[in-house]
């Protein structure tokens, strides 16, 4: 059904209310008038009636002479003219004895009429019916004439009473004027009062349609009226306190939301029917998806990968917390360890899972460098100790007695020794420059850079002229950066020696030094041999060479390029390199530094 205002509501009522009350007034003082009227004649009538009779006791009725009866027919008549009252005297057999205005002989029949019936019974008899002779409704009155306590005939007084219909007519069309008036008056009244009462109810509606819209600003304004003024109180402190509990629960979401955001663990959390309801900024990257299209939907839709659908059914089904370890291939292999645990409501009853993981693939490849690592170092410490072993067997075993044979054999057991040694030392500065860059413990101060190359270039030179290179510098003089000197000395005699191995003889090694963009370079380019491609972004690992027969032949122990890598680290700067097989290799190192 549909619904109405509630001055609709009222309004109709009370015109309603006001037409019927109207109505029945206006029958009511319509009715009342017209019996006073009524009652009225009546007694008019019966007065009249009961005088003529007095007059009339003085002729001998019903036994009338004919003098008699004229003499009563004209007192009659004049009685009737003097009161405009139609006068009739009928004897008790129905014959009529005078009248005032017409023949008696037209009346015939009056027994039946129920004024005569009463008179006749010595009572006084009313009544009112319609009279042909006035065309109209007349009123009769008929009394009973005494003598000697008997009824000898009746009196009976009639009057015309159409001007009472006439007259209340007037009546009736002045109370329908007035109540008219009265009911536009009052239709107007009950409208300003309809408006009165639902005015605040709108207001109240308009109120609390702006609170359901979480416009808590604004407040109802309060009625008189007790009920709906103390409804709109009601309803603004329920404003306020509602206003108050959104905010406090917007800020604890926020806060929530916050802390989700900035945790670098991805967060996800799936009820029961493994639909995403939470995903935090770390997951939706880690997992690739976008927050705002993966909530509400089920988790395989969004994630297609089996170890994270895994890892939520085994959470959902267990009581314990679950761990696990998810591998994502999308973008590279990457390895998520994850802890899922069941979500729990107030009562303790399961409501779905939550689970936290954390990127551990740098962990993981870490581990994996330490074991390729521990695999190359063993490696390399084994190749000179069999090789010490079998010379050591040989001269026991009888060369020892042969002394060419022995001092040859000694001479590469010396050689080998020397190799271990240096791959020992290697180690240990690495580890060492590592260690001490770890914990902040390199003293970095202003130095020449001019000076460490040109010591460099003096600890090479020996190594230079034995193949006739040419080693060129070109550096500022006054190039200086927050350097260890001992330390870049070292990470350049590396790439500097390098140069000299992996170049044929008699080229030369171009070494520059410069200032620019807040860095000091230092270049050290060679004419040799070069680096394909493919091994350049493996050159600085640890062990990894190009050529390791080359590498060994030259006495390199494959950690010259690792130990200038973590030096130039440990200075906060970088390295890098270009090369073209068969024209030459440059080897980059960059220092920050301000101007100096
Ligand atoms: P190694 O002791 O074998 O020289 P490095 O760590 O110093 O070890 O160098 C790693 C590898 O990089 C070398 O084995 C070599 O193959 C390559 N390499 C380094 N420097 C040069 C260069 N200047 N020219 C060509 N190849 C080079």
Redesign the pocket.
């Known amino acids: 059904m549909p619904r109405k205002r509630v001055l609709w509501q009222l309004y109709p009522s009370y015109l309603l209310i006001m037409l019927i009350s109207l109505i029945a007034v206006a029958w009511y003082a319509s009715r009342s008038l017209r019996q006073f009227y009524f009652d009225q004649t009546a007694h008019d009538l019966e007065v009249r009636a009961t005088l003529v009779a007095n007059r009339a006791e003085q002729f001998p009725i019903p036994a009338l002479t004919p003098t008699d009866s004229l003499a009563l027919q004209s007192l009659i008549a004049a009685l009737g003219r003097a009161t405009s009252t139609r006068l009739t005297i009928i004897a008790l057999s129905g014959r009529v004895i005078a009248e005032s205005s017409e023949p008696a002989s037209e009346w015939q029949t009056q027994l039946s009429n129920p004024e005569f019936v009463a008179a006749r019974a010595g009572r006084t008899g009313y009544d009112a019916r319609f009279g042909r002779s006035f065309d109209q409704e007349v009123m009769h009155v008929a009394v009973p004439l005494q003598r000697n306590s008997t009824v000898v005939a009746v009196v009976r007084a009639s009057v015309p009473i159409g001007f009472i219909e006439d007259a209340l007519w007037e009546i009736r069309i002045k109370i329908g004027v007035g109540a008219l008036l009265i009911g536009l008056i009052s239709a107007a009244v009950s409208l300003w009062v309809s408006r009165r009462i639902s005015r605040p109810i709108q207001d109240l509606r308009d109120g609390a349609e702006r609170f359901a819209a979480g416009d808590f600003s604004s407040r109802l304004p309060v009625a008189d009226s007790e009920e709906i003024g103390g409804l709109a109180e009601s309803m603004n402190v329920m404003a306020i306190q509602l206003d108050d509990r959104i905010k406090t629960i917007t800020r604890q979401r926020n806060e929530q939301d916050v802390i989700l955001a900035s945790m670098i663990e991805g967060v996800i959390a799936v009820d029961r029917d493994e639909r995403l309801i939470i995903i935090n900024r770390a997951a939706a990257h880690l997992l690739d998806v976008k927050p705002d299209e993966a909530r509400g939907r089920i988790i395989q839709e969004v994630v297609r990968n089996t170890d994270l659908i895994r890892l939520i059914t085994r959470t959902l089904a267990s009581r314990e917390p679950v761990e696990g370890e998810i591998v994502l291939t999308e973008s590279g292999e990457q390895f998520l360890e994850a802890h899922g645990t069941l979500l729990r409501d107030s009562s303790g009853v399961s409501i779905g899972a939550l689970l936290v993981f954390h990127d551990i693939t740098r962990l993981r490849k870490l581990e994996h460098v330490r074991r390729e690592f521990v695999a190359n170092v063993s490696h390399e410490l084994k190749t000179p100790i069999t090789s010490i072993k079998g010379f050591v067997e040989t001269l026991q075993d009888g060369a020892v007695d042969q002394p060419e044979d022995a001092r040859r054999f000694l001479g590469i057991i010396t050689r080998q020794v020397d190799r271990l040694n240096s791959i020992i030392e290697d180690l240990l500065s690495l580890s060492r420059i590592e260690q001490e860059a770890g914990r902040s413990e390199i003293p970095i101060e202003s130095g020449s850079i001019f000076e460490v190359l040109s010591a460099a270039i003096q600890s090479c030179s020996r190594k230079a002229a034995e193949t006739k290179m040419q080693i060129d510098l070109r550096c500022d003089q006054d190039l200086r950066a927050p350097i260890n000197a001992p330390l870049l000395e070292q990470a350049v005699v ?1 790439l500097i020696d ?2 000299i ?3 044929e003889a008699s080229t030369t090694i171009e070494i520059r030094a410069f200032y620019a963009n807040s860095e000091v370079t230092i270049d050290v380019r ?1 004419q ?4 394909s491609r493919e091994h350049l972004p493996r ?1 600085w690992e640890r062990f ?4 390791a027969a080359r ?1 060994r032949a ?1 006495g ?7 130990i200038t890598k973590h030096i130039v680290l440990a200075h906060n700067g970088r390295v890098s390199v270009e ?1 073209e097989p068969g024209v030459g ?1 440059t ?1 980059r190192i960059q220092i920050p530094a301000n101007r100096l």
């Open positions: 590396n390098n140069a191995k992996y170049s060679d040799g041999r070069g680096i050159i990894y060479r190009v050529d590498s030259m390199g122990t494959g950690l010259g390029l690792a090369s290799s080897f």
